[in-house]
C-alpha cells in the first residue's frame, strides 16, 4: 500500500530538478503543480526563477504542463497567462483524470512524464495512480490549517522511510 504513496525521489526544490537528470531517466514532460511548489499560495504570477526554469526545460525538449487542485480556474490561467502551457484547475487529484488530460495534450506516454509536486496523498499518488514517476518537493510556505498540518504529519512517516530505503536522502 505504501508504494502508492512513496514518492521516486525528493528534491530541496523544483530547481534543483535539472533537464539532464530528466533526460536520463527518459523523461519527456512534467505534470507540474503549482501552489507552494513552484511558487507561494500568495504568488499570482510565475517568478523570474520558475520562467527561467521551465525555460531551461523547454530548451532540451522537455514539455510542460500545469495540474493544479486549485479550486479557482482563474487562478491557473493567470499563472499560465505568459507561459501558454496546457493548464488543468480543478484536477481532482489523486485520481489520474487531469495528469491523463495533460498527456494527452502533450502526446507523452506516462511512462515518459514526472510529476513534480509538494503533497504526498495529491501529487505523489496521482503520479503513482498514471504511471509517471513522482517527484516530491517540500511546501515553499505551508498553509497552517488543521488539514494541513494532519495532512503534513501522515506524511511524515513516508517521508522518513523514502530517505531509509535512500541512505537518507
Not at 495540474?67 to 497567462?81: G, I, L, Q, Y
Not at 498527456?103 to 506516454?109: D, I, N, P, Q, R
Request: hydrophobic share 40%; no cysteine.
Amino acid at each position: 500500500m505504501i508504494k502508492f504513496f512513496m514518492p521516486d525521489k525528493i528534491f530541496e526544490s523544483f530547481k534543483d530538478i535539472t533537464p539532464e537528470f530528466l533526460s536520463e531517466k527518459g523523461i519527456r514532460a512534467l505534470l507540474l503543480d503549482i501552489d507552494n511548489t513552484l511558487v507561494t499560495y500568495d504568488d499570482p504570477d510565475p517568478t523570474e526563477e520558475v520562467v527561467l526554469w521551465l525555460k531551461s526545460m523547454e530548451q532540451k525538449g522537455i514539455k510542460a504542463a500545469f495540474v493544479s487542485n486549485n479550486e479557482d480556474p482563474a487562478r491557473v490561467e493567470r499563472f499560465n497567462k505568459e507561459l501558454g502551457y496546457f493548464a488543468v484547475s480543478r484536477a481532482g487529484k489523486p485520481l489520474p483524470g487531469g495528469f491523463r488530460r495533460a498527456l494527452k495534450a502533450m502526446g507523452v506516454e506516462a511512462k515518459h512524464a514526472a510529476s513534480i509536486g509538494d503533497q504526498i496523498f495529491t501529487d505523489v499518488w496521482a503520479a503513482k495512480n498514471t504511471g509517471a514517476y513522482a517527484f516530491l518537493v517540500p511546501p515553499i510556505k505551508d498553509k497552517t490549517t488543521l488539514f494541513f498540518k494532519t495532512k503534513r504529519l501522515l506524511e511524515k512517516p513516508i517521508i522518513k522511510r523514502y530517505k531509509k530505503l535512500n541512505g537518507g536522502k
